[in-house]
């Protein structure tokens, strides 16, 4: 498990695995992402558990499977997408007491042809990103009284394209 201060250097430009109100469709990713990414594709994120939160999730270590998107940065913005993304999920450096989110650089598995991660058959490709799982304190508490979410995937009960 990797992370890196906020503002710190970055040893690589990873892209980064997103899981709640950043995927599209969802308020923040039109607030933070919008004209800020090059690609964006659905992933899994393997050996993690999602959990309900107040109004958006939290992922952990498990075993269980998250699903969500990956995010790569449009060029010349990577500096200012991590500095945005790392001020919305609260994470203030490596294991910060006031840690709402760790950013922590895993391997999240792409789908291959015809969704075989989707299914659980295994993936097409493995990718290193950057992931927001839960700060200790938080998952300390999730793990004794959290609400997980079935099958690892969230969403808002909106339907598509509604408000």
Request: glycine share 18%.
């Amino acid at each position: 498990m990797t992370t890196t201060a906020p503002g710190g250097p970055v040893a690589a430009e990873l892209p980064f695995f997103v899981y709640g109100t950043l995927l599209p469709g969802e308020p923040n990713h039109d607030l933070f992402l919008r004209g800020r990414t090059a690609g964006e594709r659905p992933a899994v994120l393997p050996r993690a558990l999602l959990y309900d939160g107040p109004g958006y999730p939290y992922a952990i270590e498990g075993h269980g499977r998250v699903h969500g998107t990956l995010l790569v940065a449009a060029p010349g913005v990577y500096g200012e997408l991590l500095g945005l993304l790392d001020h919305l999920e609260e994470f203030l450096g490596p294991g910060h007491p006031r840690n709402l989110y760790e950013r922590v650089a895993r391997e999240v598995e792409l789908p291959g042809e015809a969704g075989e991660a989707d299914a659980g058959h295994g993936a097409g490709e493995s990718v290193r990103a950057w992931v927001y799982l839960a700060a200790a304190a938080v998952t300390r508490s999730l793990r004794t009284g959290g609400v997980l979410i079935p099958g690892g995937r969230w969403t808002t009960g909106r339907t598509p394209g509604g408000s």
